[in-house]
Nanobody, 123 residues
Framework: QVQLVESGGDSVQAGGSLRLSCVVS????????MAWFRQAPGKAREEVAASDVFSVTGYPDSVRGRFTISRDKDNNIVYLQMKSLKPEDSAVYYC?????????????????WGQGTQVTVSS
């Protein structure tokens, strides 16, 4: 069973930076599709970063150039580095993991979720 525990959420001023951590247990992250999502009150959940088993990454336009997803394979941790934060980035951020298909294809399906960590950006 894969378990995910996020940390690192905080309250920051606009323009600031934060690094979120997702400690993964139950499976090595080399063999997992990983992503970060966020959800603000009254809004739909939004994927903000994804990383496949080859560490190829993807971002929506809203965060590209400001957010970076990375993997620490030695410690089985996935990070989300966020810079130039804006008030609209305020949300609960969730780490998600999924099993790759056919061994290495990430189809954007995530079966495991963390509990979330709150990020608040003030103007």
């Amino acid at each position: 069973q894969v378990q995910l525990v996020e940390s690192g959420g905080d309250s920051v001023q606009a323009g600031g930076s934060l690094r979120l951590s997702c400690v993964v247990s139950g499976r090595v992250i080399n063999r997992l599709c990983m992503a970060w999502f966020r959800q603000a009150p009254g809004k739909a959940r939004e994927e903000v970063a994804a990383s496949d088993v080859f560490s190829v990454t993807g971002y929506p336009d809203s965060v590209r150039g400001r957010f970076t997803i990375s993997r620490d394979k030695d410690n089985n941790i996935v990070y989300l580095q966020m810079k130039s934060l804006k008030p609209e980035d305020s949300a609960v951020y969730y780490c998600a993991a999924g099993m790759p298909r056919h061994g290495d294809f990430c189809a954007g399906e995530y079966n495991y979720w963390g509990q979330g960590t709150q990020v608040t950006v003030s103007s």
